[in-house]
């Protein structure tokens, strides 16, 4: 074997067969990226913290999300997401249950060969902390064939950062989608139901919960009983192989433009303008062209005070008078209309300034 075969080969190795700078499989694993900065979740509710996360919460509690600088020391991490709690529950009834929730495409998910006799297996790491010891489940999911398996850890000693080390095994069964819609999911357990704990934990590859849904969070703790309790989360890392290899880190460009496939938060302090030109003296049609082309076509939320659209043109500018209009929209960009109550020329350029925000969704 040539040298550069046996470099090629010790590289494979290392990375667990994956090419360098792709191992990792998790987006904003280090939870360097929090767009919303910060978010909150009222009993039965869901929907996204960190970048990438999605949060269910099923508690009698109000559960906030958020990024913060506790993180496990030496190890080159700078956030963590802490999950934390108004009041707790204390006592869980049926269906009541908190997670956070990555997801993946089946488009990325090829190279595992799922559903094959070439499916490999993965390997999930991270580092958590958290107030309450205890078991607690991680719940890997194929949405594709309703195929699901658990995994369960401890966490040790309170309050402290621990590394854990998940082995997930090659499935045969069930390929995923080659699509942009979601195939493959975990929940992060921090309260499991009682009404989905009674069983045996199902810890294999198997379809609609190993036969029961009983089977599937057996064990859990209840980590967040009380509104002292708190759970952070980093240096998440999904790869293939059976054993964990150094976590992956990546510059932050890089996470916040896989993140903007998703979601991307347009604010008031970007200073961005959008170009454009007048249909009328009084309204202007502008274009915003994505910075990385989104998973699909996007929701849009924008703020409802419409002074906080500002129409600039001939040295002038003035604010909206009527909410922005979606002209159209794909996943690759928008144009939309702002109005003004006159003093536009029509034909003329105007740009529209945005002082508050545009939300951008096509989240999994």
Same mark, same amino acid.
């Given at each position: 074997?040539?040298?550069?075969?046996?470099?090629?080969? #010790? /590289?494979?190795?290392?990375?667990?067969?994956? +090419?360098?700078?792709?191992?990792?499989?998790?987006?904003?694993?280090?939870?360097?990226?929090? @767009?919303?900065?910060?978010?909150?979740?009222?009993?039965?509710?869901?929907?996204?913290?960190?970048?990438?996360?999605?949060?269910?919460?099923?508690?009698?509690?109000?559960?906030? /999300?958020?990024?913060?600088?506790?993180? +496990?020391?030496?190890?080159?991490?700078?956030?963590?997401?802490?999950?934390?709690?108004?009041?707790?529950?204390?006592?869980?009834?049926?269906?009541?249950?908190?997670? /956070?929730?990555?997801?993946?495409?089946?488009?990325?998910? @090829? =190279?595992?060969?799922?559903?094959?006799?070439?499916?490999?297996?993965?390997?999930?790491?991270?580092?958590?902390?958290?107030?309450?010891?205890?078991?607690? !489940? $991680?719940?890997?999911?194929?949405?594709?064939?309703?195929?699901?398996?658990?995994?369960?850890?401890?966490?040790?000693?309170?309050?402290?950062?621990?590394?854990?080390? #998940?082995?997930?095994?090659?499935?045969?069964?069930?390929?995923?989608?080659?699509?942009? %819609?979601?195939?493959?999911?975990? =929940?992060?357990?921090?309260?499991?139901? +009682?009404?989905?704990?009674?069983?045996?934990?199902? %810890?294999?590859?198997?379809?609609? *919960? &190993?036969?029961?849904?009983?089977?599937?969070?057996?064990? @859990?703790?209840?980590?967040?009983?009380?509104?002292?309790?708190?759970?952070?989360?980093? &240096?998440?890392?999904?790869?293939?192989?059976?054993?964990?290899?150094?976590?992956?880190?990546? +510059?932050?460009?890089?996470?916040?433009?896989?993140?903007?496939?998703?979601?991307?938060?347009?604010?008031?302090?970007?200073?961005?303008?959008?170009?454009? *030109?007048?249909?009328?003296?009084?309204?202007? #049609? =502008?274009?915003?062209?994505?910075?990385?082309?989104?998973?699909?076509?996007?929701?849009?939320?924008? %703020?409802?005070?419409?002074?906080?659209?500002?129409?600039?043109?001939?040295?002038? @500018?003035?604010?909206?008078? %009527?909410?922005?209009?979606?002209?159209?929209?794909?996943?690759?960009? $928008?144009?939309? *209309?702002?109005?003004?109550?006159?003093?536009?020329?029509?034909?003329?350029?105007?740009?529209?300034?945005? !002082?508050?925000?545009?939300?951008?969704?096509?989240?999994?």
């Amino acid at each position: 074997m040539s040298k550069a075969a046996e470099l090629a080969a #010790l /590289i494979a190795n290392v990375n667990n067969g994956s +090419p360098l700078g792709n191992k990792n499989l998790m987006q904003n694993g280090a939870m360097n990226v929090n @767009q919303r900065e910060g978010s909150t979740f009222t009993t039965n509710t869901y929907g996204y913290g960190i970048d990438g996360w999605e949060v269910n919460n099923y508690l009698d509690d109000t559960i906030t /999300i958020s990024q913060d600088s506790d993180v +496990p020391s030496g190890q080159g991490f700078g956030n963590s997401m802490k999950v934390t709690g108004s009041s707790g529950d204390s006592t869980l009834t049926t269906d009541e249950y908190l997670s /956070i929730i990555p997801k993946w495409e089946g488009q990325n998910l @090829q =190279h595992l060969k799922k559903g094959t006799s070439e499916a490999v297996p993965l390997t999930l790491s991270f580092w958590v902390k958290a107030t309450t010891t205890g078991t607690y !489940i $991680v719940e890997i999911g194929d949405n594709d064939n309703n195929r699901q398996i658990s995994k369960a850890y401890t966490v040790s000693s309170s309050n402290t950062w621990e590394k854990k080390e #998940l082995f997930i095994p090659a499935d045969t069964s069930g390929t995923f989608d080659d699509d942009n %819609s979601l195939s493959l999911w975990m =929940h992060f357990l921090i309260a499991g139901a +009682p009404n989905l704990m009674g069983g045996t934990l199902n %810890s294999t590859w198997n379809t609609a *919960y &190993g036969g029961s849904a009983t089977n599937r969070w057996v064990g @859990q703790v209840n980590g967040m009983s009380s509104g002292s309790t708190d759970f952070y989360l980093t &240096g998440v890392q999904l790869e293939i192989g059976e054993k964990a290899t150094a976590f992956e880190y990546e +510059p932050y460009e890089r996470t916040l433009s896989r993140c903007f496939r998703y979601f991307n938060r347009i604010t008031g302090s970007n200073c961005r303008e959008f170009a454009g *030109y007048n249909e009328s003296t009084t309204k202007g #049609l =502008h274009v915003f062209r994505f910075p990385v082309r989104m998973r699909g076509t996007p929701t849009i939320g924008v %703020s409802s005070t419409v002074s906080n659209y500002i129409v600039a043109y001939s040295n002038t @500018q003035t604010a909206c008078s %009527s909410t922005l209009a979606f002209n159209t929209t794909n996943d690759e960009g $928008v144009t939309f *209309y702002s109005t003004v109550a006159s003093g536009l020329t029509a034909g003329g350029a105007s740009a529209l300034r945005n !002082i508050d925000y545009i939300d951008l969704k096509a989240e999994l």
